[in-house]
């Protein structure tokens, strides 16, 4: 069995009420079927058939209680949920953002990076600015993170190594770009609104993918 075969067998089996709320339960510690037939209020044979599944899926397993020979408890396998992650990823030598002015989104996602992981980040645009947007900048700072503004925004043919793994954080620059991106992250432009809100917006949007993301990278060895 493939890890993909694996990890689509465990989703599989937990697409349903029951086989849930059976292993919300088991996350709390081990349980007999007839304690877990109570609190769930389910018939004995449903819940059989519920376990049986998930035995099946690996999701589960047995154990004979030590104190009475007759009585079996169920657990979760400890692995489970690690198995339900996509494979890790070895770490690129650079990570290079991309949007189109290289003053905001890309600008932000550099720092981002830089204070969440160890891997070496840069940031580029597919037409730089002038300057570095005063409100990305601001945004950075309300949350404890620092963008050079006295660095001018680069363009990406100057940046770019052929060993970076690009990401574009903008549709304009993925679509001027592709296939020579990487990844791609659809982030709206908050230079559009230009309120603090909408640079608060595009920075949490790129946290949430930087922290996604760089969980997946692999710790060298």
């Known amino acids: 069995m493939t890890d993909l075969e694996r990890r689509a067998g465990i989703f599989a089996a937990l697409a349903d009420h029951t086989r849930l709320r059976i292993v919300d339960?088991?996350?709390?510690?081990?349980?007999?079927?007839?304690?877990?037939?109570?609190?769930?209020?389910?018939?004995?044979?449903?819940?059989?058939?519920?376990?049986?599944?998930?035995?099946?899926?690996?999701?589960?397993?047995?154990?004979?209680?030590e104190f009475d020979r007759r009585r079996t408890y169920i657990g979760l396998r400890p692995e489970v949920f690690d198995s339900l992650a996509p494979v890790s990823i070895a770490p690129p030598e650079r990570i290079l953002f991309v949007c189109t002015a290289n003053s905001a989104r890309s600008q932000m996602a550099e720092a981002i990076w830089r204070d969440a992981s160890d891997v070496p980040a840069a940031s580029a645009g597919t037409r730089p600015?002038?300057?570095?947007?005063?409100?990305?900048?601001?945004?950075?700072?309300?949350h404890g993170l620092t963008i050079d503004s006295h660095r001018p925004p680069r363009h990406v043919d100057e940046v770019r190594h052929d060993s970076d793994l690009v990401i574009t954080v903008c549709d304009d620059a993925h679509e001027r770009l592709r296939p020579m991106d990487d990844l791609h992250w659809s982030i709206p432009d908050p230079a559009v609104h230009g309120t603090a809100s909408a640079f608060d917006a595009a920075f949490d949007a790129i946290t949430r993918r930087i922290r996604a993301f760089s969980s997946r990278l692999s710790v060298a060895s």
């Open 25 to 65: 339960l088991l996350l709390a510690g081990d349980l007999s079927s007839s304690e877990i037939e109570s609190d769930l209020g389910v018939r004995s044979n449903l819940i059989a058939h519920h376990l049986r599944v998930l035995e099946s899926a690996r999701i589960i397993q047995r154990s004979r209680s």
């Open 129 to 142: 600015a002038r300057e570095v947007n005063p409100m990305a900048t601001a945004a950075a700072a309300r």
